[in-house]
């Protein structure tokens, strides 16, 4: 997928401005789930993660109360992502040597 191609790019120190060895939120929307960003953030700082990009918002029937983070599907270079809250939905795409599960316990250890 394009996603991880540009995210592996993009991981570089001096482009992304972070200190050696934390990953990188890519801000590329205006529209984000609400509390989104701050959880992106606090992953990013995991050493084992290069890059978050938020993307898609949709609309959805069910509700959900507050923040949800799971991990969905596998993507060349890492995983996708879902963020949900109220009746909204955004995909996460996150590079990492990760496995699934090792991530989601990740994703759930940096909850803001």
Request: hydrophobic share 40%.
């Amino acid at each position: 997928m394009a996603h991880s191609g540009i995210a592996r790019l993009a991981s570089v120190d001096g482009f992304s401005g972070f200190p050696q060895g934390l990953g990188r939120v890519v801000i590329t929307h205006s529209t984000y789930v609400d509390g989104l960003i701050p959880w992106l953030k606090n992953l990013a700082k995991d050493r084992r993660i290069q890059t978050v990009t938020p993307a898609v918002i949709n609309r959805v029937k069910g509700r959900s109360q507050t923040l949800q983070l799971r991990v969905s599907t596998p993507i060349r270079g890492g995983y996708k992502l879902m963020a949900r809250k109220g009746s909204s939905v955004q995909e996460v795409f996150v590079v990492t040597e990760l496995e699934q599960s090792q991530l989601q316990q990740v994703v759930n250890e940096h909850r803001p």
